[in-house]
C-alpha cells in the first residue's frame, strides 16, 4: 500500500517543485479535486511529471504512469482495454500532457485513440510552449511569442487542438481556463462521463517561461479571455455551448504587456497580432455560433 | 495433439491465442501482417477472449501492450524491421518495467535500401533493449518457442519480455506441418496469468516509473540483469519441461557433430537446416565438420557456447546482419566474448543479407575455408561470403558536380 | 469494486514489486523557496475564500467562524503572490520574509 509520508487534502501532495505562481499546478489540482481516487493516471515527461514523483516518492495518491512524451494516447487504450478485459468499467484512465506532448509528438497516438473511440480522459494542459526542457517553441506557441528556439518571436500561428479533436467526432471536447475554475471542474466531471474518449484543452499560464509576474499567473489567464486570445467552450455530442462571454474584446496589448514574451514585438507587429486575434476570434466565434445550433 | 499445416506466422498467431492474451495490439507490416489479421480474425469471430486494439503504428502497439500489462493482463503484440526499429523507444520501457510479454519477430532488413526480406538487422538493432531473444529454425520451433516464451518471461526469477524471432519469409511464408496441442494441455503447461508486478491497481496504488536519480538507477538496471541472469537458468528448466510434457526438445545451444570437427559453423535462425544438410553430406565424404545453432541469444548464454566450442580448432560465425562499424558481426561478437582465453581460432562471415538466400554451395564454401585454414592452407576467410563481383560498380550513376 | 478479478487466486502469494515504482505520497519543503510571504488584513476581508482557491499549492484554510479566518501552511507556501493579486477586497499584501508583522 501506498505509505503517507505527509499528508494531503487532496490527492496531490502540497509540496510540488513547480515553480512560483505555476497555472499547471492549479489546473492539475482543480481536476483531481473533481474527480475521485478511482482513476489512474498517466503522466508524460514534462512539468506535469513534477507530480509523478522522484525515486521512491510520489505526489499523487492514485496509481500512474509516466510513459513515453508521445504514447500517452495509445497508453491509455491499453490500460482501458485491460481493464475491459478485467471487466472493470468503472475506473476513469486520465491522461495529463502538456502541448508538445499532445499537439506536436503526441497527436499521432492521440488520434488513434480518437478514432477507435477508447473511453480515455485526456488533458491537455496548455502553458504554450516546451516549459519543462527550457521553453522551447511548439506548434501551440502563439504567433510573435519568444521562445527559446523561436527567440526573434513565433512567425507562425499556433494549431487548433479543438477542431483537430472534433474532427474526429469524439463525444466531447472543451477548453477551460486556470481562472475559471467553476467551469472547469464542471467540464472536467462531464468528460468522465462521456461514452468515449473526452478532450479537455485547458489554459494553463507558465510565469517562468512567459517571463510574467508569478502573482498575475490568473490575472492573465482572465484577459487570455478577455482580449479573445482564448475561448471557452464546449462541444458534447456534436454540438457546442460557448462559455466564453466577453461583450467586448479588450485590447490584446493589455494581455501582452504583462509577459515578456512578447516585450519585442515591433509597433507594426503589436498592430499585426491584434488583427490576428480579432480575425482568428472573429472566425472561431462564427463556427463555434454555426456548431451551436 | 493435432497435426496441421502452417506457415510460421500461422504457428506464431496460433500459438499466441493458445497462450490466451487480454490484450492484443498488433500493427500490419510485411510480412508479419498475417500474424495482425489472424489475431484480429480471432478476437472478431469469438475464438479468443481479449481485447484487440487496432493500433495505428508499432510505437503505439507497444506502448498500449506496456501499459496493458501494467494492468496487470497478459499482452501481446508482432512486428518487423521498420516496426521494430519504431518500437525501440517503448521496448525498454517494456523491459525496464518488467513486462513479461512475448512478441514474435519476422526478421527482414532495415531501409536503406528497402527490402521486404530476411536478415537479422533488425532484431540485432534491437538487441540492447533489455529483451530476450530467442531464434526459430522451423515452423515448429516457433510454435513450441511462443509456448515456452510465455512461461520463461512471466517466471517471478525473470519477469521480463521476450522476442521470438524468426526468418521473413523464408519461415513467416513456409508451409509446415506441426504439431498443436489442445487448449487444456497449453493451459496447464503455462498457468493461468499471474501478475506478479501489477502496478496500475486503485486498490493498491503506486507511482510507476517516475523520473529516478543516479541514486537508484543503478540498481534498477541490476534487477534487470539478475532478471536476466536467471532467463538462461529458468529456459533450461522450461525446455526441459516442455520436452516432458510434449516430447519435442529444443535446446539454448545445441551442438551437432562437434566433438571430433576440425571446423564448426555457428548460426542463428532458419540457415540451420541448410548447414545441418551439408555438415551431413560432408561427414559423408569424411570432412569433420559440425555446427552449433544458437536458439537463444539474449540472455547470451556465453557459458554455454564456450562449453560447446573451447576445443574446436576453427569456428565460423555466421551473422545475417551487417552491423555496420562493429568489428566484425554481433553474433561473432558475443561468440568471441564466450570464448576469451580459449584457442580457438574464431572466424566471421556474413550473408544472407536482404533475402539473399544463404544455399548450400555456399555454406559448403564457408566450411571448406575453415578446413583449409584448419590444414594451413589458407590464412584469410572471404568474410562477406556471397558479395557479388565488382560490388563498387553495382547501380553507380555518374554525376559531375563542381569543386 | 466489483468484478476486480476474474478469479481469485488460490492463496494469497508474497511477491516482491520489481521494477521502478515509487509508493511513499510524500511533500517537498517548498515553504523554503519563499522571499516574500502574504500577510492579511483581516478587518478588511471579507472571508470569500478566492485565495484559497487560487493557491497553487492549496495550502490556505479557511475557517469563516474565526475572525482571523484565513491560514496558511507555510511548509509548503511558495510566496507566489497570487492570492494577494486575487484579493477581492486587496487585504492580503506581501511582505519580506523574515519581517515581523
Not at chain 2, 531501409?111 to 537479422?120: D, G, I, S
Not at chain 2, 533493449?129 to 518457442?145: A, L, P, R
Not at chain 3, 502469494?13 to 483581516?42: H, M, Y
Amino acid at each position: 500500500m501506498l505509505e503517507i509520508k505527509d499528508e494531503a487534502r487532496g490527492l496531490i501532495s502540497h509540496g510540488v517543485s513547480a515553480c512560483h505562481g505555476c497555472g499547471l499546478e492549479i489546473v492539475i489540482r482543480k481536476v483531481m479535486d473533481a474527480l475521485d481516487d478511482d482513476v489512474i493516471i498517466l503522466i508524460p515527461p514534462g512539468c506535469a511529471a513534477l507530480f509523478s514523483g522522484y525515486c521512491k516518492e510520489t505526489n499523487v495518491k492514485v496509481p500512474g504512469y509516466q510513459g513515453n512524451l508521445e504514447n500517452t494516447a495509445a497508453s491509455a487504450s491499453g490500460i482501458r482495454a485491460a481493464l475491459k478485459a478485467k471487466g472493470n468499467d468503472h475506473t476513469t484512465v486520465l491522461c495529463f500532457c502538456g502541448d508538445g506532448a499532445t499537439v506536436d509528438i503526441g497527436l499521432q497516438s492521440l488520434s488513434g485513440a480518437f478514432e477507435r473511440n477508447d473511453k480515455i480522459l485526456y488533458v491537455c494542459y496548455d502553458n504554450e510552449a516546451y516549459m519543462n526542457t527550457g521553453i522551447q517553441g511548439s506548434s501551440s506557441t502563439p504567433l510573435f511569442a519568444a521562445t527559446t528556439t523561436t527567440p526573434g518571436g513565433k512567425k507562425v500561428r499556433r494549431k487548433d487542438l479543438t477542431q483537430i479533436a472534433i474532427a474526429h467526432n469524439i463525444p466531447y471536447v472543451a477548453t477551460a481556463s486556470a481562472h475559471n475554475i467553476a467551469d472547469l471542474q464542471k467540464k472536467v466531471k462531464k468528460a468522465r462521463e462521456a461514452d468515449g474518449p473526452a478532450l479537455l484543452h485547458i489554459y494553463a499560464p507558465c510565469p517562468t517561461g512567459w517571463r510574467s509576474n508569478p502573482a498575475k499567473t490568473i490575472e492573465i489567464s482572465r484577459l487570455a479571455e478577455q482580449t479573445g486570445c482564448w475561448i471557452n467552450f464546449e462541444y458534447e455530442d456534436g454540438k457546442v455551448t460557448i462559455n466564453s462571454k466577453v461583450k467586448e474584446l479588450k485590447p490584446v496589448e493589455e494581455y501582452t504587456k504583462l509577459q515578456g514574451r512578447f516585450k519585442a514585438l515591433t509597433p507594426e507587429q503589436k498592430v499585426a497580432l491584434q488583427e490576428e486575434v480579432t480575425s482568428n476570434y472573429n472566425a472561431t466565434m462564427k463556427k463555434l455560433q454555426f456548431m451551436s445550433e | 495433439m493435432a497435426k496441421k499445416m502452417l506457415d510460421g506466422n500461422g504457428a506464431a498467431a496460433e500459438a499466441l491465442r493458445l497462450t490466451r492474451p487480454k490484450v492484443v495490439a498488433v500493427y500490419p507490416i510485411t510480412p508479419q501482417s498475417t500474424i495482425s489479421e489472424t489475431m484480429a480474425e480471432f478476437v472478431d469471430f469469438g475464438k479468443l477472449d481479449a481485447e484487440y486494439i487496432r493500433v495505428e503504428s508499432e510505437h503505439s502497439a507497444m506502448s498500449a501492450c506496456v501499459a496493458a500489462g501494467l494492468a496487470g493482463v497478459r499482452t501481446t503484440t508482432a512486428t518487423a524491421s521498420q516496426g521494430l526499429a519504431l518500437m525501440n523507444e517503448v521496448l525498454s520501457m517494456a523491459s525496464g518495467l518488467r513486462i513479461p510479454m512475448v512478441m514474435p519477430v519476422v526478421n527482414r532488413g532495415l531501409a536503406a535500401p528497402w527490402t521486404l526480406q530476411c536478415e537479422h538487422g533488425d532484431a540485432m538493432n534491437a538487441r540492447d533493449t533489455g529483451w530476450m531473444q530467442f531464434y526459430c529454425q522451423n515452423v515448429q520451433e516457433i510454435f513450441d518457442m511462443i509456448l515456452m516464451g510465455v512461461k520463461i518471461a512471466e517466471d517471478s526469477r525473470v519477469l521480463l519480455p521476450m522476442m521470438v524471432c524468426f526468418d521473413g519469409f523464408f519461415l513467416s511464408h513456409s508451409m509446415q506441418k506441426l504439431e498443436i496441442p489442445t487448449q487444456e494441455e497449453v493451459d496447464e503447461f503455462i498457468g493461468e496469468y499471474v501478475a506478479k508486478n501489477m502496478y496500475l491497481d486503485t486498490e493498491d496504488p503506486m507511482f510507476c516509473c517516475d523520473l529516478t536519480g543516479p541514486e537508484d538507477f543503478t540498481e534498477m538496471r541490476y534487477q534487470q540483469k539478475v532478471g536476466m541472469d536467471n532467463a538462461t537458468v529458468v529456459a533450461a528448466e522450461v525446455m526441459d519441461e516442455f520436452a516432458a510434457k510434449f516430447g519435442r526438445k529444443m535446446t539454448q545451444v545445441e551442438s551437432y557433430l562437434t566433438e571430433d570437427a576440425d571446423a564448426v559453423l555457428v548460426a542463428l535462425g532458419s540457415m540451420n537446416g541448410t548447414i545441418k544438410y551439408v555438415v551431413n553430406k560432408m561427414r559423408a565424404e569424411g570432412k569433420k565438420v559440425g555446427m552449433v545453432k544458437l536458439t537463444q541469444f539474449r540472455p547470451f548464454p556465453a557459458a554455454l557456447v564456450r562449453e560447446a566450442l573451447k576445443d574446436v580448432p576453427v569456428v565460423g560465425v555466421f551473422d545475417r546482419s551487417s552491423c555496420m562499424g562493429n568489428y566484425n558481426g554481433p553474433l561473432w561478437n558475443e561468440t568471441a566474448g564466450a570464448l576469451t582465453r580459449t584457442n580457438v581460432d574464431l572466424r566471421h562471415f556474413i550473408g544472407g543479407l536482404g533475402g539473399r538466400d544463404v544455399p548450400a554451395v555456399n555454406v559448403e564454401r564457408m566450411f571448406n575455408e575453415l578446413l583449409e585454414i584448419k590444414a594451413g592452407t589458407r590464412t584469410e576467410n572471404t568474410e562477406w561470403i556471397d558479395l557479388k563481383e565488382g560490388a563498387m560498380e553495382i547501380r553507380q550513376v555518374t554525376k559531375y558536380v563542381r569543386d | 469494486m466489483q468484478n476486480q478479478q476474474e478469479k481469485p487466486t488460490k492463496k494469497l502469494q508474497k511477491c516482491s514489486v520489481l521494477g521502478p515504482v515509487a509508493a511513499i505520497f510524500a511533500s517537498a519543503n517548498t515553504g523554503s523557496w519563499r522571499l516574500e510571504r502574504p500577510e492579511v488584513d483581516f478587518d478588511q476581508c471579507i472571508k470569500c475564500g478566492t485565495c484559497a482557491r487560487y493557491c497553487p499549492p492549496d495550502i490556505i484554510t479557511i475557517d469563516k467562524t474565526k475572525k482571523e479566518c484565513v491560514s496558511f501552511d507555510w511548509n509548503y507556501c511558495k510566496g507566489c503572490g497570487i492570492c494577494a493579486n486575487e484579493c477581492p477586497k486587496k487585504c492580503i499584501k506581501m511582505v519580506p520574509e523574515g519581517s515581523e508583522a
